[in-house]
């Protein structure tokens, strides 16, 4: 902002002021998911004129969803899973065990952090059985999902 | 009590130790067990009784034996939670469904507990890809590589 030509005329502490209202006005209203009037209302109090009010509002309606989402973003919460691999493997032997003929499964979950940024991913190996079992509780964490949203 | 000296009964046991293991880790059969240790030149009976003590016991020794391949953390089990985030600092009325897993695994005799969370397509996502990964044991595929690798 302090480099926009438009505004090079405006004395930069006063513009400084202006963005920090600003914004502090949009996170506020965004927070609360205030409605129009809420915030005409609000703003009519702070003594702005009407044409200034309805242009704000119309703004404001505009990026309305994407402020939602964005706000909605921030805090803490345990790593998120974003997707999964696997390796369908054949053992047949190692140097300590010959003759083994076993199938197993190496999966891997993509997991994102939100803090770091970084991607720890979680590598696991397990059987048919036990994969059967994981995805066994996966479809009923599933089920009670669905059952929620009819109630 | 043996009447022999120590060094005797330590190799001793180390024979038999090797043996045993080698042939559990091989899996050989009865007939060529039984052909390896007559080549020793041992009685009948300590033969017989031998040959007893590996099939008894190669079962066991075998499992064990498979605990020394390298390994990575294998899955125990999964506990999962259904939650809502109804609010949050940054912002107020929300209505968010995620769905938290602890995730219990075996790594080297230690347990760990890891505590993740999905939203409600990923976890859809999830299940559906691996129901993939266990159907394809079923494939033609697969079963031909396991009926001709025995």
């Known amino acids: ?151 | 009590k043996l009447n022999v000296g120590v060094d005797t009964v330590q190799h001793g046991v180390e024979g038999l130790t090797y043996l045993l293991t080698e042939s559990s880790k091989l899996m050989i059969s009865e007939i060529d067990f039984q052909d390896s240790i007559h080549v020793l030149g041992f009685s009948d009976e300590l033969n017989k009784l031998l040959l007893q003590l590996y099939m008894d016991n190669r079962k066991e020794i075998r499992s064990i034996l498979g605990e020394l391949t390298p390994k990575l953390p294998s899955y125990h089990s999964l506990e999962w939670r259904l939650d809502v985030q109804l609010a949050s600092r940054s912002l107020r009325q929300q209505i968010k469904p995620a769905v938290t897993i602890k995730l219990h695994l075996n790594q080297n005799e230690d347990q760990t507990a890891q505590v993740l969370q999905t939203d409600p397509s990923t976890l859809l996502h999830l299940i559906q890809q691996l129901e993939q990964a266990l159907g394809e044991m079923k494939t033609n595929h697969c079963r031909r590589i396991v009926r001709n690798m025995k």
Request: net charge negative; hydrophobic share 30%; proline share 3%.
């Open chain 1, 1 to 151: 902002i302090l480099d926009d030509p438009d505004l090079k005329d405006i004395d930069p502490t006063v513009l400084k002021h202006c963005h920090a209202a600003a914004a502090t006005c949009i996170l506020e209203a965004g927070k609360q998911k205030a409605d129009v009037s809420a915030i005409s209302t609000c703003l009519e109090d702070c003594k702005l004129d009407k044409e200034k009010i309805e242009q704000f509002c119309t703004e404001y309606q505009k990026n309305k969803d994407a402020l939602e989402i964005l706000l909605g973003s921030i805090g803490r919460s345990p790593r998120h899973i974003t997707d999964v691999s696997w390796r369908l493997e054949y053992q047949i032997k190692s140097n300590q065990l010959h003759k083994t003929y076993q199938p197993s499964y190496l999966v891997t979950l993509n997991v994102e952090n939100s803090d770091s940024g970084s991607h720890p991913d979680v590598r696991f190996t397990c059987t048919m059985e036990q994969l059967q079992d994981l995805v066994g509780k996966l479809k009923d964490a599933a089920k009670s999902l669905e059952r929620a949203t009819q109630l």
